[in-house]
């Protein structure tokens, strides 16, 4: 039996380089992103739809991976580095309304694209982003899809029938592992450990710049400027601080009783 070809989206972000200092910034204490790069756990997500897609023939075979992001316009960056790495198409959500969404209102915004595309098979998305760190959006998008859910996967295959059905991943616990299966369309998470992400090689940069990046506003989603953003949002930033610098710690020189001074140091800490 021949494959059915898989429409798979891969939600990816554009985040903060880890390389630098991060910083808040505006009335809604939200992070500058001048200095941003495509979510490095995302990158795992990205090759676990590749894997699904040329396990089944690739893109020859009809085989579709959407790479979709929201955020400014600079966001943008994301989508093209996915598009570099293999991704088919990319979409991009920009809208001045979503400045400041939390997890729920994101969550509500993503949910809208994907229906926008029609028939996906799979949605796929890093374990967490590595700005907010919540984990919190691939749960909420699969229940306003209503779609089952796998997080956390660290291994992922699809059923070996030609129209795949199901979907199989290992979830790894401290003491344990368990193996989830969960029937098509569903959302899941993949972590860190679930792959080693390809990097952009010189044909795939020069293959994207003839993919097609789709740009959509959330009048063409659907979905109310008052219900993302900061209006829409379940959680507020009150206020917030620099972190103060680290002092020097306590230095103990043994002269034959730092055994003791470590006792009182601790002592006098409330660790004893």
């Known amino acids: 039996m021949e494959n059915t070809a898989l429409n798979i989206a891969v939600l990816v972000k554009y985040v903060p380089d880890a390389q630098f200092d991060r910083h808040l910034t505006g009335a809604g204490n939200t992070l500058e992103r001048s200095e941003s790069i495509l979510s490095e756990l995302d990158e795992y997500a990205i090759e676990a739809a590749l894997a699904l897609s040329e396990a089944r023939g690739g893109e020859a075979a009809g085989n579709k991976v959407t790479a979709i992001t929201m955020g400014p316009a600079s966001a943008v960056a994301a989508v093209k580095k996915a598009l570099q790495i293999g991704a088919t198409e990319g979409v ?5 309304a979503l400045a400041g969404s939390d997890a729920a209102a994101t969550s509500l915004a993503l949910a809208a694209v994907v229906r926008r595309l029609g028939a996906v098979d799979l949605v796929l998305t890093g374990m967490a982003s590595t700005d907010g760190e919540t984990s919190l959006v691939p749960a909420q998008l699969a229940a306003r899809l209503g779609l ?9 295959e699809l059923d070996s029938s030609g129209d795949a059905h199901t979907v199989t ?15 098509l369309p569903a959302v899941v998470s993949v972590t860190d450990q679930a792959n080693s992400p390809r990097y952009p090689n010189f044909k795939g940069i020069m ?16 979905v109310d ?7 829409g949002s ?15 710690g306590t230095i103990i020189t043994d002269n034959g009783d730092a055994g003791i001074q470590l006792v009182d140091f601790l002592a006098a800490q409330k660790l004893l």
């Open 234 to 248: 379940r959680t507020v930033v009150h206020s917030a601080e620099v972190r103060p610098h680290r002092t020097a």
């Open 92 to 96: 991009h959500l920009s809208d001045e």
């Open 225 to 231: 400027a008052a219900s993302v953003g900061s209006a």
């Open 148 to 156: 089952p859910q796998i997080t956390f996967a660290s291994s992922l």
């Open 169 to 183: 991943a290992r979830r790894d616990g401290d003491v344990y592992a368990e193996v989830i299966e969960a029937t």
């Open 207 to 222: 293959a994207a710049k003839k993919k097609t990046v789709t740009t959509l506003s959330l009048a063409e989603i659907g």
